[in-house]
Each structure stands twice: as C-alpha cells, then as structure tokens.
C-alpha cells in the first residue's frame, strides 16, 4: 500500500448499546443474525440487525466485556432508533440495553499500530488497557477496533480518521449508516461471506427472508468495492448506462481516496455489476470503476 496507512484514529461517528444481565447473551441471540448464545470471551462478532422484511436496521461489531455484558459498536447516527427498538423486544428477558458512547472510548487501529501478531478477523484481545477486535485488513494491512474506558487512548502515532474511512470502505465490509437504512439485506452487503450471517441459529426478525435469500439462488445483488474521480455519498443510486431510468445500485459507504478521487462500497445488481458502464448518481454521471473484492464470496468457495 503506498498510502501511511499506519497508526491511531478517533472514530466519533460510532456509538455503543450496553446489554447487561444474565440473559443478555440470549436477548441478542434471538434479534442479530449472528450467534451471540455461543460468544467466547476471544471472540467478536459482526451482526446485522433487521426488520421482519430482513432488511437492515443497523450493523454491529460486538463482544463481550464481561461475562454479563456485550458491547455492540454501531454508527452513532442510527444508535437511538436501533437502541429504541431493540429494546422493544426486552419484555422479561433479564437484559437491560442502554447508551454507553459516553462511557466507551473508540479507535480503529491500523498497520503499525495493530497488535502483532495480526489474528483472524472477529478475534478479540486486550491491548493498552481495552479490548481490542481484529478486523478485516485494507489493501493487506491489518486493522483492528479498540475499545476502552472513556478518556483513554491505545498507544500509536496519531492517523486522520479520513484515513480509516477509507480503510473501513478498502475493507470492503460496510457499516450501516441513516441514508440506507431498510436498503439492504444482509448479504446485499456480502455480509454472509465476511462473518457476519450464522445460518445454523434460530429464529431472529427476518431471519426468513436472509435464510431464504441464501438458499434458494435468488441473490440478485452484492456489494463491491469502486472508484470514481467525483466525490460519492451513502444513499447515491448508481446506474448502469443502458437503463437510465432504473438504478442498478446504491453506494452504502464512501470516502475520499488518498491518491485521489473517491472509493466506496456499493450494492449492485449482479447483472449490472457485469455488463459495467457504471455510473453515479445517474446514467450519465460520474464513471464507476469496480475494483477486485477484497474476500472471496461464499458462493465462490
């Protein structure tokens, strides 16, 4: 990678929900489409929370901080509708799910900076005093998630958070913001073959319509990682040039490129996704160059 993809950066576009109690594990097991019944204490997890469509209302990346309480980081835009919701379906479970940003200090963590050695993503592991969650890499740099006590900071050179934004969209792995909330299910975002989909669990909200999206063929869309030379946002429709009435896609993340230009994450249909000519915004805007996946899908293996 020729960007300094190295070092520490504040990421105060995340939030964390606090569930705490005896069945905390359980309420979680039962909402998230990941296995939260399951979760060992070197373990994290990404999950993806839906509504009874399967389509996402939030995205996590939790872990347990002690044997009563899980941590769920998500993006703090979508925090208290998500909070709100969830806790709609606490009734007796012996669970309380509260707002913890303020008593959790967040950084991504990358090159240099990460532990060594890098582990497997979702591998969970104490460094400068909080927890920290090995993620999937950017370009083959390792990149990890710390989480620790509020007004504590893990050790490493200082990085511009824009600098992990890109990284976060390099990862290929989105992170559900506001603008596309209720656009995707999960594995529109590919979130089935990056950990983040457990088939073998129960029951949860939508879990019909993820399981059947999964078995039965019928995945039309996935995500991909692109560039382009303008600028792209969340929510921004991306079109196909032989059909500029119909959107193909939707950018789901983006950032500014260092080298220049704008990378993003974007949901397209597989069709479009192959016939190319891709384009933001609308059938003549901005070029979309796909780049190659960084993991290989679940159908592929």
């Given at each position: 990678m020729s960007h300094p993809f190295h070092g520490v950066a504040p990421l105060p576009h995340l939030g964390v929900i606090r569930a705490q109690g005896e069945e905390a594990a359980k309420f979680l097991h039962g909402q998230l489409t990941q296995d939260f019944?399951?979760?060992g204490p070197h373990e994290a997890r990404l999950a993806a929370f839906c509504n009874a469509k399967g389509r996402m209302l939030a995205s996590f990346v939790a872990f347990q901080r002690s044997p009563d309480e899980i941590l769920l980081v998500c993006s703090r835009d979508l925090l208290p509708g998500a909070l709100k919701r969830l806790s709609m379906f606490v009734l007796?479970?012996?669970a309380k799910l509260s707002d913890a940003s303020a008593d959790v200090?967040?950084?991504?963590?990358a090159g240099d900076a990460v532990p060594s050695p890098a582990s497997a993503p979702w591998t969970l592991g104490q460094h400068s005093g909080g927890h920290v969650v090995h993620l999937y890499p950017a370009d083959g740099s390792p990149r990890a998630l710390w989480a620790g006590p509020a007004g504590t900071v893990p050790e490493g050179a200082a990085?511009?958070?824009?600098?992990?934004q890109w990284g976060?969209?390099?990862s290929g792995i989105a992170t559900l913001t506001t603008p596309v909330v209720e656009a995707f299910?999960?594995?529109m975002l590919n979130y089935e073959s990056?950990?983040?989909?457990?088939?073998?669990k129960g029951c949860y909200p939508g879990q019909e319509v993820v399981a059947r999206s999964?078995?039965?063929g019928t995945l039309k869309r996935r995500a991909f990682v692109a560039h382009a030379d303008a600028e792209l946002a969340t929510g921004q429709e991306v079109f196909q040039a032989a059909d500029p009435e119909q959107p193909a896609g939707v950018v789901a993340e983006a950032a500014r490129a260092p080298g220049g230009g704008w990378d993003a994450i974007v949901s397209l249909q597989l069709t479009a996704a192959e016939a190319g000519d891709l384009h933001a915004g609308t059938a003549g805007g901005p070029a979309l160059k796909l780049l190659p996946l960084p993991y290989p899908l679940l159908a592929d293996i």
């Open positions: 019944a399951l979760l007796r479970s012996k200090a967040l950084y991504g963590l990085m511009d958070p824009a600098l992990w976060e969209v390099r299910v999960p594995q990056v950990g983040g989909v457990n088939f073998k999964q078995f039965r």
